[in-house]
């Protein structure tokens, strides 16, 4: 009898493109890619920071490189795909949030959450897809949204308004790109323990409204997204696009 064989996970031969690749899950996403075999290239806006962390992953004997850019420059992340890439797999990680109640909002930080968050995410994924079609190549692109795409949260309107917008802009692209067999997922993960998602849980009504949540009783730390990552990432998720991914230890079942 002939059995079936699981595909492979491991990622050689790949070109990954990661932002927010200095700091906590654009970092956890990196080393996975890395560890499963990809050639690496890492995004941050700082120079030193994204040569720093190049060698680091250098001297781990991981094929990484460096890509100062920020990412909210259009024109420049076009530039730069079509001078670095094609790319296989885009892991989107770049992201902020400016939390305040929905009547104190500012027009600053609602431009400057949603301009990264859903503008400078979608030309950049725009741009790789590009470059993979003109390639005639596949790939598997992820952006990294979060459990607050699928519900909202007190003080968090702007924040849940670009992950939802992420969402759709995900879903849309994949059905778009899938005759090219351009793969577009997201992967949505709760609290996770980052310099970002610190500001929140230093907080301690909040983290006690995440902890009562978060059904498995623990906050997420980056090593909980990696996993899927390298998954989404690989041919074990061939058939897997226009979807998400939660990563939220059962915040979002109920
Ligand atoms: N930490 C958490 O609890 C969760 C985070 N997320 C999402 O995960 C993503 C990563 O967040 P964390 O790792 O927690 O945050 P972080 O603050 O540790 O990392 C964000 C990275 O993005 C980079 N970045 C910011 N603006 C940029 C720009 N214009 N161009 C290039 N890079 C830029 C920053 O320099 C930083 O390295 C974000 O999209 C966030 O919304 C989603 C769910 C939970
Ligand atoms: O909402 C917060 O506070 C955050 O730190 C945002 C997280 O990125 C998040 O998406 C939690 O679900």
Redesign the pocket.
């Known amino acids: 009898m002939t059995l079936p064989r699981t595909p492979s996970f491991r990622l050689i031969g790949k070109r990954a493109l990661v932002?927010?690749a200095?700091?906590?899950?654009?970092e956890g996403c990196a080393v996975a890619l890395a560890e499963a075999g990809a050639h690496v290239t890492l995004?941050?806006?700082t120079a030193a920071a994204v040569e720093k962390q190049a060698a680091a992953f250098q001297s781990n004997g991981w094929d990484a490189a460096a890509l100062p850019?920020?990412?909210?420059d259009i024109a420049a992340s076009e530039a730069a795909i079509a001078t670095h890439g094609p790319f296989d797999i885009l892991v989107n990680?770049?992201?902020?949030?400016r939390h305040s109640p929905a009547v104190d909002t500012t027009q600053p930080d609602y431009d400057a959450v949603t301009d990264?968050?859903v503008k400078?995410a979608y030309f950049l994924t725009r741009a790789v897809a590009k470059g993979l079609i003109d390639a005639g190549k596949p790939g598997s692109l992820i952006n990294?949204?979060?459990?607050?795409g699928h519900v909202g949260g007190i003080d968090r309107a702007v924040y849940c308004a670009t992950k939802h917008a992420l969402e759709g802009m995900t879903k849309s692209m994949a059905i778009e790109w899938a005759p090219h067999q351009i793969r577009v997922n997201t992967i949505c993960?709760?609290?996770?323990r980052?310099?970002?998602?610190e500001q929140t849980l230093a907080i301690p009504e909040r983290r006690a409204w995440i902890e009562e949540k978060i059904k498995l009783g623990r906050v997420?730390e980056v090593a909980d997204i990696m996993g899927a990552t390298t998954f989404l990432a690989s041919d074990a998720a061939a058939l897997i696009t226009g979807t998400h991914l939660i990563i939220d230890g059962g915040w979002t079942a109920d």
């Open positions: 932002t927010g200095t700091s906590g899950i654009g995004v941050a806006r850019l920020d990412i909210s990680s770049a992201g902020l949030a990264l968050n400078a990294i949204s979060s459990q607050m993960p709760t609290f996770i980052t310099p970002l998602g997420g």
